[in-house]
């Protein structure tokens, strides 16, 4: 890479060249406008299709008919910074011959894109992902998507998302790592490493943008784009430092998120954009705006119009304007007005420009051509790398005692799960045949004849099987009577239930986050029929948030959550239920009992009244005061023992080790879990804060001394007056296999 001192001079000579013109040009985003088929702006087209004026099919006809407008005439004049959603490398490369030879400067694209959890070879959505609690694979998977989109011309990724997303009923939980925010830091961070490589010029170098900063998955109520309303202590221990964590690793740009925190949005927060990133975490990349969320500002009630919202959002520190035109349209005359300062304009388009620069994109500007393209998507070693993650993903829910007559499986374990090689299956449920669901949300570089659904795998490896799609009917038989034939030639029932890929993600937050009523009659007269004869059911659940599902974690025999398990979502879920591969995952979000408990998380504060069996206490009426299955938690086929919980004061910190032991009759892999409470704080603290966790291999019958550092600088937390503090003192450090089963001890720091 080029040196910093060289970046920073050959910057200022651009700008000492460009037109106010050509700076408002450099911080405009915008994405190909669909025009020609249809009257109206796609955005109506979209509204008129989700409220009902045209059907599904009327809104695809329109579209197969609409060309792509990608404003060449403005990228001429040098009104076009960057283009979001172009995703082939022949536009790519087509559009950045005009910026680069038909401009009076010359200054490349760069081109951003939605890769989320992968491009063209989709893996598990992030939340799924985030159960592996494995920053190698996290990692390795952000490698991919970097390999596969690089290829296809994109430079920079909005992602990885790190808002840490305590309730359910945000759709958005799916695209991050969950509920904790030593996890979504982890992952966050994993991600940027594996997007970037560490060196930005390579032609296979993604830019990570972090989003959405900060603390959109606090959201009040779990509605999307919703006001965000906590003390600054809060934010600071509980959602910034997933944030910081990327920027750590190297982030190179940031998008500031839809929602206001405390007032402000996040897009016009100076505060947010300059204090905290800029100055305190040292950041000096890029930071591009949500899609018009500029705009929003107005709507926000914080901005008189849309002349009014690019002052303050380039004043607070956006640089970049995603799609609303607000910069492009309103900047120059600003400056000319003296109503901005033309330094705070220079500033922004250093921001991009030094981006611009470290990836190299003025001596390179084309960092890729249709035939890398071509040979870079879906190769064998990305399917087998989206079927590990996959694999690793899933967690076992819940796994009864085997019924007799069930050939028995791999493990020896007795139960139902592993099923026997030959075992026959009857499959019910239309997501067991329906590939487009398997990628789950944001997969936008995705083709859904890439998936593999369950069906597909088990016409692959040769299973003995039955299908009935829940609601499908041919022969006017009742689904019950239909039932009962395929029990004949099944050992065991497979209810394949859940949510589809557009229940989660955005704008898809949920009132109610329990299972479909048509889910559960299935299950119903599933378990009627398996009763009765012998037939184990076992739910597969394909969601992209935790669900609020007491009656199946009650009823069925045995649970799978296999998430939105992408590319090789069939093939992973054969090798779990086969037994080929021992489940690992554990949750990283709490499931709760009912959707009125939303937000449900483990690292809760304990109140003056504890939960308890007496009526003042901080309870609900009608639902336990434990949530169906806890943080953390996850079965395998072999089971695992603690002992020996030791906990040492070391010079600064503490030193924490325990035994874990592999008691089952197969190998298998256990995510060991290190928690912490602050006994008395001079403020109120979480009941257990997750603090370390390890995933260790254990084969039948070994066992092995885990340990964990502690120092006391992972102890702290933001003081009432608001600075970080760690306070000495009685703290007690839990260590187990999930939020809920630990060990514990007491010591003095
Ligand atoms: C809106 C979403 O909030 C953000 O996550 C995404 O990156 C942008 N749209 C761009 O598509």
Redesign the pocket.
């Known amino acids: 890479m080029m040196e910093k001192n060289a970046i920073e001079r050959k910057i200022r000579e651009l700008l000492a060249k460009m037109t106010l013109e050509e700076k408002a040009g450099q911080l405009q985003q915008c994405g190909p406008s669909l025009v020609g088929a249809f009257e109206v702006s796609f955005e109506e087209l979209l509204d008129m299709m989700f409220d009902g004026r045209i059907s599904k099919e009327e809104f695809d006809r329109l579209m197969s008919g609409a060309k792509q407008d990608f404003h060449e005439d403005d990228i001429r004049a040098g009104r076009i910074g960057s283009f979001?959603g172009i995703g082939d490398a022949a536009t790519a490369n087509r559009l950045q011959k005009i910026a680069v030879e038909e401009t009076r400067l010359g200054i490349p694209l760069i081109y951003g894109y939605?890769v989320i959890h992968g491009f063209r070879t989709v893996t598990p959505i992030p939340l799924a992902e985030s159960c592996a609690w494995e920053p190698g694979l996290w990692e390795r998977t952000g490698r991919l998507a970097a390999e596969e989109a690089t290829a296809a011309g994109v430079h920079m990724t909005?992602a990885p998302?790190v808002d840490v997303a305590k309730d359910a009923r945000w759709g958005r939980v799916s695209e991050g790592a969950g509920e904790d925010v030593l996890l979504n830091g982890d992952y966050g961070a994993a991600k940027v490493r594996g997007f970037q490589g560490d060196d930005l010029t390579r032609e296979d170098a993604m830019a990570a943008c972090v989003?959405?900063f900060a603390a959109y998955g606090a959201c009040e109520a779990g509605r999307d784009y919703n006001r965000v309303d906590m003390s600054l202590q809060k934010l600071w221990d509980e959602y910034l430092p997933s944030y910081k964590a990327c920027i750590e690793a190297g982030a190179r740009a940031v998008?500031p998120a839809?929602n206001d925190i405390n007032g402000v949005p996040c897009s016009a927060n100076e505060w947010l954009l300059r204090d905290v990133l800029r100055k305190d975490w040292g950041f000096d990349g890029m930071t591009v705006s949500?899609?018009n969320a500029i705009a929003e500002c107005v709507n926000h009630g914080i901005a008189a119009d849309k002349r009014d919202a690019a002052r303050q959002c380039l004043r607070a520190g956006v640089d970049m304007d995603?799609t609303s035109n607000s910069y492009i349209e309103h900047v120059q005359e600003l400056v000319e007005s003296g109503e901005l300062e033309e330094s705070v304009l220079d500033e922004a388009v250093a921001d991009i420009l030094r981006v611009k620069f470290e990836m190299d994109l003025f001596e390179h500007p084309y960092r890729t051509s249709e035939e890398r393209e071509a040979d870079a998507m879906l190769t064998q070693e990305a399917r087998a790398l989206a079927r590990e993650a996959a694999v690793k993903s899933m967690v076992l829910l819940k796994n009864e005692d085997a019924p007799s007559g069930l050939p028995e499986g791999n493990s020896g374990n007795k139960k139902i799960l592993p099923l026997a090689p030959d075992a026959r299956l009857g499959i019910f449920g239309r997501l067991a045949a329906d590939r487009g669901q398997m990628t789950g949300a944001w997969a936008v570089g995705a083709n859904p004849d890439d998936c593999l659904s369950i069906l597909d795998a088990c016409r692959e490896r040769g299973i003995s099987y039955r299908y009935l799609d829940g609601a499908d009917n041919p022969e006017g038989l009742s689904t019950k009577k239909r039932i009962l034939e395929i029990a004949e030639e099944s050992d065991v029932f497979l209810a394949v239930i859940g949510e589809d890929k557009e229940e989660s993600g955005?704008a898809a937050s949920r009132a109610s986050i329990t299972l479909k009523d048509s889910d559960i009659q299935l299950v119903k007269d599933l378990l009627e029929v398996g009763k009765a004869q012998g037939k184990p059911v076992v739910a597969v659940l394909f969601n992209g948030r935790p669900l609020a599902m007491p009656w199946l974690a009650e009823s069925a025999d045995a649970i799978l959550e296999a998430w939105h398990p992408g590319v090789e979502a069939g093939p992973a879920i054969l090798d779990v239920l086969f037994g080929d591969a021992n489940p690992s995952g554990k949750l990283t979000t709490t499931f709760p009992y009912a959707s009125g408990q939303c937000p449900m998380y483990y690292a809760h504060m304990n109140t003056g009244r504890p939960g308890g069996k007496s009526k003042f206490t901080s309870k609900y009426l009608d639902t336990p005061l434990e949530p169906v299955y806890p943080f953390g938690f996850g079965l395998s086929y072999t089971t695992f023992a603690y002992e020996n919980l030791s906990v040492e004061k070391t010079e600064d910190g503490f030193h924490v080790s325990v035994t874990v032991k592999n008691t089952g009759s197969r190998a298998g892999e256990e995510i060991v879990q290190c928690y912490v409470q602050d006994v008395a704080g001079s403020r109120v603290r979480p009941v257990k804060e997750l603090k370390g966790y390890k995933k260790i291999p254990l084969a039948p019958g070994e066992e092995r001394r885990v340990e964990f550092e502690l120092p006391s600088e992972k102890l702290g937390f933001y003081s009432r007056e608001g600075t970080y503090v760690v306070e000495p003192g009685e703290f007690r450090i839990y260590v187990g296999g999930n939020s809920r089963d630990v060990l514990e001890a007491g010591v003095i720091l």
């Open positions: 979001n939605d909005f998302m989003k959405h998008m839809f949500d899609a995603m955005e």
